[in-house]
């Protein structure tokens, strides 16, 4: 480094020697980034503030103030933490998977999101460009979503202590009252409705960690998915209020392990035909390969409706008409034969069962 | 992997029509044994026993790397991936499975450093990675896995890497055919043998078994079109009375399979006496590393304690993987046995019967 000079070239100092400014850290985060002082405004104001800000996050209070909501209204709140490895994939990235992923949770309660709180803990050492990015990518993602980020915190720990980035996002919707959607309404008879095809999410990410040797264009399915569920619920509004007992996004552990918890909590059982499910090519070939199944491997993009049959063609349409589902297909039915159990009906007309996923999903030896 | 090629394999129409000529020729009931757990799982997953007709009965083989790697050998993995400068690696599956005190799942949550990896190769690519650490991979399973476990000390001699060894459990299909043919309780009248096993050592060693113990022997493969095919092949032979080696995984298997493959395993391994899980020792049923790649073996290269292995007294794993017993048959299966808390290794292994029985029938 050169000493810093006056105009003319003279040293500055009469001694000889100079003054070192402390560097301006802004390539990577550093400790202080988190230390709540100077540094933490900075990264705030030039990071945070300038893609996801809106008047409640500008306010500069310790909490935000949200607008009241009417009487006819309930509150649904969900929180939800994101560690992915790599932070960047085929199809998407930890920011738009931390807005997405809350903002599911809280549609698929019949619910408009609405705001949502983020919180993040931040390797030292990690590039400040990169964190840009992911950020740009929450604020587009949010924009989609219509909603606001109103609340956030950040957090750095030494290196080595988190893998480069975690986000919490915690979201709040409103819900009109009364409105019974929930795991525990679903009723033998309801059709089975998935949006698309599965394993995207799960294979993208799987294929972005560059363990398996073979490359494919697998792009993750990660989408705010609001919009077509509402386009879902208006088709499906009937004089008991709605068609749609229950959605769900078939995340961790896939539709096989969904459709579990909801046979259980709703003491039913579920026959879906394994010739419906939605699978693209890739994804199929590349399970068969390592020897996953498809329908336990993530979506995070994806939803489960469980729709009254009266109206099960025009909730289908509506989700058909939605980019997101565009490939949504009647899987199956709900019964009461088997309460608490998922079968599947296979190509063959044989029936098995679909148990949950156990542990960690892990690739077969040959 | 073309699609078209795969979904033939699994045309409903196709399967239906070699059902029903099974059903035309059978004309009492046969015992049939699949040697690979991947057959098993198949056979669970499409409910191939519901289609078929009630006289076919299957018996599950031993053919799970997994289920019938000694619990000696997953007692001296824990040991070696708990010490402080190892990195174990190991196929996925192994994690799970349950050692007399705990499984390799446990030895991570207690900081030792296990990684999955998909690959032998990708061990070695550790060892060049981490020259100040010991790497180890867990060289289990059939003839499959032999010829890329032999690759790996290959390549880690020609990189002149000195921190990379393996924990050899090889096991060989013939000699456990052969155990249980000649076991007094034996019921098995004809094999679909692994076709996976028969890509790398062809099927030249099977004419023999099939003359000496005059049972039909069919090269099987994995899709549900394979085994139907398979089963359909071995009944033709039971109602002529005869016993012949066939191929019916001929788009894959050759009768002299992959020489390459095998001329590397001649290279790195040599025959042994081997235990098996849950079977007993069978003479000449696996393969150890030479003397001269004894450098690369991890059974000499590290110091563990003696070994008392302790199966839970419950577990009748072992009669599954002769075919003695159904997994139903047993107490403890799901009750005190599940995927979540395994007593044996035949519940964890995605080719093992227990799990399969467990994730598919409603039968428990």
Same mark, same amino acid.
């Given at each position: 480094?050169?000493?810093?000079?006056?105009?003319?070239?003279?040293?500055?100092?009469? !001694?000889?020697?100079?003054?070192?400014?402390?560097?301006?850290?802004?390539?990577?985060?550093? !400790?202080?980034?988190?230390?709540?002082?100077?540094?933490?405004?900075?990264? *705030?104001?030039?990071?945070?503030?300038?893609?996801?800000?809106?008047?409640?996050?500008?306010?500069?209070?310790?909490?935000?103030?949200?607008?009241?909501?009417?009487?006819?209204?309930?509150?649904?709140?969900?929180?939800?933490?994101?560690?992915?490895?790599?932070?960047?994939?085929?199809? %998407?990235?930890?920011?738009?998977?931390?807005?997405?992923?809350?903002?599911?949770?809280?549609?698929?309660?019949?619910?408009?999101?609405?705001?949502?709180?983020?919180?993040?803990?931040?390797?030292?050492?990690?590039?400040?460009?990169?964190?840009?990015?992911?950020?740009? #990518?929450?604020?587009?993602?949010?924009?989609?979503?219509?909603?606001?980020?109103?609340?956030?915190?950040?957090?750095?720990?030494?290196?080595?202590?988190?893998?480069?980035?975690?986000?919490?996002?915690?979201?709040?919707?409103?819900?009109?009252?009364?409105?019974?959607?929930? %795991?525990?309404?679903?009723?033998?008879?309801?059709?089975?409705?998935?949006?698309?095809?599965?394993?995207?999410?799960?294979?993208?990410? &799987?294929?972005?960690?560059?363990?398996?040797?073979?490359? #494919?264009?697998?792009?993750?399915?990660?989408?705010?998915?609001?919009?077509?569920?509402?386009?879902?619920?208006?088709?499906?509004?009937?004089?008991?209020?709605?068609?749609?007992?229950?959605?769900?996004?078939?995340?961790?552990?896939?539709?096989?392990?969904?459709?579990?918890?909801?046979?259980?909590?709703?003491?039913?059982?579920?026959?879906?035909?394994?010739?419906?499910?939605?699978?693209?090519?890739?994804?199929? #070939?590349? +399970?068969?390969?390592?020897? =996953?199944?498809?329908?336990?491997?993530?979506?995070?993009?994806?939803? &489960?409706?469980?729709?009254?049959?009266?109206?099960?063609?025009?909730?289908?349409?509506?989700?058909?008409?939605?980019?997101?589902?565009?490939?949504?297909?009647?899987?199956?039915?709900?019964?009461?034969?088997?309460?608490?159990?998922?079968?599947?009906?296979?190509?063959?007309?044989?029936?098995?069962?679909?148990?949950?996923?156990?542990?960690?999903?892990?690739?077969?030896?040959? | 992997?073309?699609?078209?090629?795969?979904?033939?394999?699994?045309?409903?129409?196709?399967?239906?029509?070699?059902?029903?000529?099974?059903?035309? *020729? *059978?004309?009492?009931?046969?015992?049939?044994?699949?040697?690979? /757990?991947?057959?098993?799982?198949?056979?669970?997953?499409?409910?191939?026993?519901?289609?078929?007709? #009630?006289?076919?009965?299957?018996?599950?083989?031993?053919? +799970?790397?997994?289920?019938?790697?000694?619990?000696?050998?997953?007692?001296? @993995?824990?040991?070696?991936?708990?010490?402080?400068?190892?990195?174990?690696?190991?196929?996925?599956?192994?994690?799970?499975?349950?050692?007399?005190?705990?499984?390799?799942?446990?030895?991570?949550?207690?900081?030792?450093?296990?990684?999955?990896?998909?690959?032998?190769?990708?061990?070695?690519?550790?060892?060049?990675?981490?020259?100040?650490?010991?790497?180890?991979? =867990?060289?289990?399973? =059939?003839?499959?896995?032999?010829?890329? $476990?032999?690759?790996?000390?290959?390549? @880690?001699?020609?990189?002149?890497?000195?921190? =990379?060894?393996?924990?050899?459990?090889?096991?060989?299909?013939?000699?456990?055919?052969?155990?249980?043919?000649?076991?007094?309780? $034996?019921?098995?009248?004809?094999?679909?043998?692994? /076709?996976?096993?028969?890509?790398?050592?062809?099927?030249?060693?099977?004419?023999?078994?099939?003359?000496?113990?005059?049972?039909?022997?069919?090269?099987? %493969?994995?899709?549900?079109?394979?085994?139907?095919?398979?089963?359909?092949?071995?009944?033709?032979?039971?109602?002529?009375?005869?016993?012949?080696?066939?191929?019916?995984?001929?788009?894959?298997?050759?009768?002299? %399979?992959?020489?390459?493959?095998?001329?590397?395993?001649?290279?790195?391994?040599?025959? +042994?006496?081997?235990?098996?899980?849950?079977?007993?020792?069978?003479?000449?049923?696996?393969?150890?590393?030479?003397?001269?790649?004894?450098?690369?073996?991890?059974?000499?290269?590290?110091?563990?304690?003696?070994?008392?292995?302790?199966?839970?007294?419950?577990?009748?794993?072992?009669?599954?993987?002769?075919?003695?017993?159904?997994?139903?048959?047993?107490?403890?299966?799901?009750?005190?046995?599940?995927?979540?808390?395994?007593?044996?290794?035949?519940?964890?292994?995605?080719?093992?019967?227990?799990?399969?029985?467990?994730?598919?029938?409603?039968?428990?």
């Amino acid at each position: 480094m050169q000493p810093i000079s006056s105009s003319d070239n003279e040293p500055l100092s009469i !001694l000889g020697g100079y003054c070192p400014i402390p560097l301006p850290h802004q390539e990577k985060i550093v !400790l202080g980034h988190g230390s709540g002082g100077k540094l933490t405004h900075d990264l *705030i104001h030039s990071i945070f503030q300038t893609r996801l800000g809106n008047s409640v996050l500008n306010s500069g209070n310790d909490g935000a103030v949200l607008p009241s909501i009417g009487k006819d209204d309930e509150i649904i709140v969900s929180v939800d933490s994101h560690v992915v490895t790599p932070l960047f994939f085929p199809g %998407g990235d930890i920011g738009k998977l931390a807005i997405s992923g809350t903002v599911n949770d809280i549609a698929v309660m019949g619910a408009i999101p609405k705001y949502i709180s983020a919180g993040f803990i931040i390797e030292e050492g990690f590039q400040t460009e990169t964190l840009g990015q992911i950020i740009d #990518s929450m604020a587009a993602t949010a924009k989609e979503a219509n909603i606001l980020v109103v609340a956030g915190d950040t957090k750095v720990v030494e290196k080595g202590k988190c893998d480069g980035l975690y986000i919490t996002t915690s979201g709040i919707g409103v819900r009109q009252n009364n409105l019974l959607i929930g %795991g525990q309404f679903v009723k033998p008879g309801d059709d089975i409705i998935l949006s698309g095809s599965i394993g995207d999410h799960g294979m993208a990410v &799987l294929q972005a960690r560059g363990e398996l040797g073979f490359e #494919s264009k697998i792009t993750s399915d990660v989408a705010p998915l609001n919009g077509m569920i509402q386009m879902a619920l208006n088709a499906g509004k009937n004089d008991q209020g709605n068609a749609i007992h229950a959605m769900r996004d078939p995340t961790r552990g896939g539709v096989a392990t969904t459709l579990s918890e909801i046979a259980q909590q709703s003491k039913t059982g579920i026959v879906i035909n394994e010739k419906s499910i939605p699978v693209s090519e890739i994804v199929q #070939s590349i +399970c068969e390969m390592l020897g =996953f199944d498809p329908l336990y491997v993530a979506n995070e993009g994806k939803c &489960l409706f469980f729709v009254s049959p009266q109206k099960t063609e025009t909730v289908l349409e509506a989700i058909r008409n939605h980019d997101y589902g565009k490939d949504a297909q009647v899987i199956g039915k709900v019964v009461a034969d088997n309460p608490g159990k998922v079968l599947l009906k296979t190509i063959l007309g044989s029936t098995h069962l679909l148990e949950m996923l156990s542990g960690e999903m892990l690739p077969r030896i040959c | 992997m073309d699609k078209t090629l795969l979904s033939g394999f699994r045309d409903a129409d196709l399967i239906q029509t070699r059902v029903n000529e099974i059903k035309k *020729i *059978i004309t009492r009931p046969w015992v049939i044994m699949e040697i690979c /757990g991947g057959q098993t799982h198949a056979i669970m997953k499409y409910g191939l026993e519901q289609i078929l007709p #009630s006289e076919v009965e299957f018996i599950h083989g031993p053919g +799970c790397p997994v289920c019938v790697t000694s619990l000696e050998l997953v007692d001296k @993995a824990v040991q070696i991936a708990s010490q402080p400068n190892v990195i174990f690696t190991s196929y996925g599956d192994m994690l799970r499975v349950p050692g007399s005190s705990q499984d390799l799942f446990a030895v991570r949550a207690n900081g030792g450093d296990v990684r999955v990896v998909y690959s032998p190769l990708d061990a070695v690519k550790i060892a060049i990675n981490n020259p100040e650490k010991e790497v180890v991979f =867990f060289a289990i399973g =059939f003839e499959t896995t032999a010829p890329a $476990n032999a690759m790996a000390v290959l390549q @880690a001699h020609a990189l002149g890497l000195n921190n =990379f060894s393996i924990l050899v459990s090889h096991v060989c299909v013939p000699p456990a055919m052969r155990a249980i043919l000649s076991s007094p309780s $034996n019921r098995v009248q004809a094999f679909l043998a692994a /076709g996976h096993v028969c890509a790398v050592m062809g099927y030249w060693e099977y004419p023999p078994i099939a003359a000496e113990f005059h049972i039909p022997i069919v090269v099987t %493969g994995f899709e549900p079109l394979d085994i139907i095919e398979g089963v359909y092949r071995t009944i033709v032979q039971l109602e002529k009375g005869e016993h012949k080696v066939e191929n019916a995984y001929s788009r894959v298997v050759t009768f002299e %399979g992959n020489r390459a493959a095998q001329a590397v395993i001649k290279q790195v391994f040599e025959i +042994c006496d081997r235990k098996w899980r849950g079977i007993g020792t069978i003479p000449a049923s696996g393969w150890k590393l030479k003397q001269e790649w004894a450098k690369y073996d991890a059974d000499n290269r590290f110091d563990v304690k003696a070994i008392n292995p302790l199966e839970s007294p419950l577990c009748i794993a072992g009669q599954i993987l002769q075919g003695m017993k159904k997994p139903f048959e047993c107490p403890a299966f799901g009750t005190i046995c599940t995927p979540e808390n395994p007593l044996g290794a035949t519940m964890v292994s995605s080719e093992g019967a227990c799990a399969a029985y467990y994730q598919y029938s409603l039968n428990r």
